[in-house]
Structure formats: C-alpha cells, structure tokens
Nanobody, 122 residues
C-alpha cells in the first residue's frame, strides 16, 4: 500500500503559475505509475497527467498540454505538477494517484490522495 499527500494548492490569478506536490510513503515509490486528476464543482473527476515509474514517459490531457508539466523525484518519493498559464477553467480539487500496473496513463489507479484545492481567479 502507499499513502499519498498532496500540497501546493491555493488561490492564484489567471496567467499565474503553481506547483503541486504529492508525497508518497509506504511501498517503493519507483514501482508506481503516478497520475494527477482533478474535479471541478459539479463535474466528474478527470484525468490531467501521468508519468511512468522511471519518469521516461508522460501523458497529458489535451486541455493542459503545453501548460502543465508532470515530473517525479524517486529519491524524494514525490511527484509534481507544474502548472503555468493557469486559466479559470483549471479551478478544481487536484488529486494524485498511484498504481503498480504497467504504462497505462489513463488506466485504473488504486491509490488516491485527499486532494488539494486550486482556485484560479480573474
């Protein structure tokens, strides 16, 4: 099992940047594919980005390509989501997730954090 704790959310203005972090504890972090998801008010949770165990592969939903970057530091058991050029529609609770299956970026994730709120204002 792995425990995930997100941090770094907050209130920012449109166009600003924010970096989310997700610290993992428990099993070997490097054995997990990691993902970021988000859920806006009144909407279903949606996939944002994923990164493979070693960090060599990444995948993004179209709406964040070119603006968001997912990365990981296996020595620190942490995955990051750098968010640039934030838009109003990026407002959501952001969750990190982990799974030990192979490279299936939009596949099932077995472990989830509690989420961190990101609010983008005009």
């Amino acid at each position: 099992q792995v425990q995930l704790v997100e941090s770094g959310g907050g209130l920012v203005q449109a166009g600003d940047s924010l970096r989310l972090s997700c610290a993992a504890s428990g099993r070997t972090f490097s054995s997990f594919r990691m993902g970021w998801f988000r859920q806006a008010p009144g909407k279903e949770r949606e996939f944002v980005a994923a990164i493979s165990r070693g960090g060599g592969n990444t995948y993004y939903t179209d709406s964040v390509k070119g603006r968001f970057t997912i990365s990981r530091d296996n020595a620190k058991n942490t995955v990051y989501l750098q968010m640039n050029s934030l838009k109003l529609e990026d407002t959501a609770v952001y969750y990190c997730a982990a799974d030990q299956a192979g490279w299936r970026p939009m596949g099932q994730y077995d472990y989830w954090g509690q989420g961190t709120q990101v609010t983008v204002s005009s």
